[in-house]
């Protein structure tokens, strides 16, 4: 049907109003007179090619019922995937609507973040061929990023697997390469995949189209990365740090805290409600320790007597492992506290202010926010937890002691209450995830803790589920780590063999970076100097963490962390800073080529883009894996690539400058982000 001139003002309102595309989409769509026609229309009610909602025009179109019906039809159009126009709509309205689903589709296409990641869009589009294809096998599509990029962007690998259901089916082509042609032959009509081919014995290669990629580089630009961003609609409750009340955090405190950092900002996000907190150890032996050396050695529970609390710690501990009769005394004021004492839980509060205060600074160098919450929260409901799951018949008496043998059989058991009637982190443990599922309401908790204490966790999660507390859909995971090891590959420690302190860490980060950064730019005043050398110090340590995998152990070097070559943090905000030059050189304002159109001609430009739009599956898998290294890797092979963009293609004073602007504004964009979420402050110059 050619629409005349009020059809086609009609439909250019209504796709306007919708939101479905703007007029720059329209100058690509067809060089036919009608469409023509149509872009023409659309720009004389559109502003410098953005979508302007028709009730700004002054008519209220959701009251016309032609435009209700029209609107619907476009609507289930977009929803699935299919040229299915509802009967409730006019002959010439039906061709109407047909007419714009036609174009709609093919110009904006399924977007990242609202319709998943590329990889779940290809993904999704090869399955439905498959089942077109082979109806009844009931065969997943299994689609992976190409390896050689030469061959393609993403390749399928079904053909063998189908062939050999064929086979035992009797109704096999004569080889796998035909089952690809098939499953090519069913696919859907799409805006997204573009070339395709067949190699070896069938595994389907295929392009993203250039006029894709360029829409969701300028959905990034114009709406925010968070557009893209995968969506996680859960209650997430994440515990980490933990530190011991009365000790010092040291280097292994610190993958806790990072990690489970970048796990929350991750999740932040993708949306999630995240309840990030601090299971700090403030109830257990060491207090009782702690306070009968107090009161033994006449030491007040005043702030002063009690600000080093690690001498304090110290003599306490020698004297707990020396002195059999203080041991029994320390044991016995773990109990007096526990049962609520006013004296020694006066003692007590002193040194958790004091060991809180330390804390606090720690976490504000690193700029990680926790809501504590320690064992002694949970105190007042170990009676009541561990004699209902008795009654319950969950947890029974062994040697004296109460316990939860999660399997039959079991050999070691889950402590809940100890022979003398104390109790121990593994009943704290019980409380925290009954109150984190009943009381925080969460629908996925997430322990990160060093990967020695999974067999505990592994206790804990089944004897929840053996109590019937994960009656409803409840994801647990316990996040585990290695050991920070020195160059010598011994465990991290200093000369007189004790942990390497966090702060000692931390300063001497900042120090290096401090002198390298004063090198390079001897004229810069000490203000400056502080903020970019705590920057790059901090985000050296903490991005020299997190790009290992996190359950293997790893050697802490200054040197190679600080490294201005490689995979380190300091290359990534050099190169970061060189593109925030590339945008500050170039002399223009980025708000006046907001407009502007991304066209992606040169190899390198395409490579770039492509990457770019993988963001979200590098969200996804390390969510999935909740490894954050997948997100260190991404940040790295971007940055790689942009190089290779930059170092080939002239941005400035080409004949393309705006679109590569625009290409060079996305890569910051994203590049920030991925720093953001590795708690890393990005710098615009260094």
């Known amino acids: 049907m050619a629409p005349g001139a009020p059809a086609l003002r009609s439909l250019a309102k209504l796709m306007l109003y919708t939101g479905t595309f703007t007029a720059g989409y329209l100058a690509y769509a067809s060089t036919s007179s009608v469409w023509a026609r149509l872009g023409a229309v659309s720009r004389g009610l559109s502003n410098a090619r953005r979508v302007v909602p028709v009730r700004n025009i002054g008519m209220n179109y959701r009251r016309n019922a032609f435009f209700q019906r029209l609107s619907h039809g476009v609507a289930t159009y977009r929803t699935q995937q299919s040229l299915m126009i509802p009967q409730s709509l006019r002959g010439g309205e039906r061709s109407l609507c047909a007419t714009a689903a036609s174009i709609v589709e093919p110009s904006v296409g399924p ?72 499953i090519l032959g069913s696919l859907p009509d799409n805006v997204l995949l573009g070339d395709t081919s067949i190699a070896g014995p069938g595994f389907i290669n295929v392009r993203v189209t250039k006029s894709w990629l360029q829409s969701q580089l300028k959905t990034l630009l114009d709406q925010g990365i968070r557009a893209w961003a995968p969506r996680v609609d859960k209650r997430v409750v994440v515990d980490f740090s933990s530190p011991n009340v009365a000790k010092e955090m040291h280097v292994g405190h610190l993958r806790s805290t ?59 501990k020698k004297r707990f492992d020396e002195d059999e009769d ?154 585990g780590f290695g050991l920070v090891l020195g160059e010598d590959g011994k465990r ?56 290992n995998n996190r359950l293997s152990n790893y050697k802490f070097s200054y040197d190679q962390m600080l490294s201005l070559q490689g995979d380190t943090a300091v290359y990534l905000m050099y190169a970061f800073a060189r593109i925030a030059g590339i945008l500050r050189k170039s002399g223009v304002d980025m708000k006046d080529i907001q407009d502007a159109s991304i066209h992606l001609e040169e190899p390198r430009e395409i490579a770039l883009a492509l990457k770019l739009t993988q963001f979200p599956e590098a969200i996804n898998d390390t969510l999935d894996s909740l490894m954050p290294n997948r997100l260190t890797e991404y940040l790295y092979d971007l940055t790689e690539i942009f190089n290779q963009f930059y170092n080939e293609c002239k941005v400035v004073g080409s004949a393309s400058q705006d679109s590569r602007l625009l290409l060079v504004q996305a890569t910051a964009k994203v590049m920030r982000q991925c720093f953001g979420l590795l708690g890393i402050t990005p710098l615009n110059r260094l």
């Open 258 to 316: 990072i990690i489970g950092d970048t796990i929350c900002k991750t999740l932040e996000l993708c949306g999630a409600d995240v309840v990030r907190l601090n299971h700090v150890g403030d109830w257990g032996t060491q207090f009782g320790m702690l306070i009968e050396h107090m009161r033994s050695e006449g030491i007040s529970s005043n702030a002063q007597a009690i600000g080093d609390l690690q001498e304090l710690y110290r003599g306490a």
């Open 111 to 182: 977007q990242l973040g609202e319709a998943g990641t590329a990889k779940a869009i290809i993904r999704d589009v090869f399955q439905r061929a498959i089942d077109a294809a082979y109806p009844g096998l009931g065969v997943d599509a299994e689609l992976v990023r190409c390896q050689d990029p030469k061959f393609g962007d993403y390749q399928l690998n079904n053909a063998m697997q189908l062939f050999g259901k064929l086979k035992k089916a009797g109704t096999a082509p004569k080889s796998p390469r035909q089952v690809a042609e098939a």
């Open 492 to 547: 991290f420690r200093t000369r007189s063999g004790d942990l390497v302190r966090l702060v000692e860490l931390l300063d001497e980060a900042k120090a290096r970076c401090a002198e390298t950064i004063k090198e390079r730019r001897p004229d810069i005043d000490d203000n400056e100097l502080d903020s970019a050398s705590s920057a790059m110090g901090y985000g050296a340590v903490k991005y020299a963490d997190l790009k």
């Open 326 to 479: 203080f041991k029994g005394r320390a044991r016995e004021a773990v109990k007096i506290l526990q049962s609520g004492d006013e004296e020694s839980l006066t003692a007590w509060r002193k040194i958790c202010d004091a060991s809180r205060h330390e804390f606090q600074a720690i976490y504000d160098r690193l700029n990680v926010s926790l809501t504590e919450r320690g064992e002694s929260f949970y105190n007042p409901m170990l009676d009541g937890i561990s004699d209902k799951l008795q009654q319950e018949g969950v947890a029974k008496v062994s040697d004296g002691a109460l316990c939860v043998f999660v399997n039959d059989g079991d050999e070691v058991p889950l402590m809940l209450r100890k022979s003398d009637g104390g109790y121990g982190y593994a009943s704290t443990d019980m409380a925290a995830i009954r109150h984190r599922i009943n009381e925080e309401r969460a629908d996925w908790i997430v322990y990160v803790t060093d990967a020695g204490q999974k067999g505990h966790f592994d206790l804990v999660f089944g004897a929840a589920k053996k109590a019937g507390w994960l009656d409803k859909e409840i994801r647990l995971d316990h996040v």
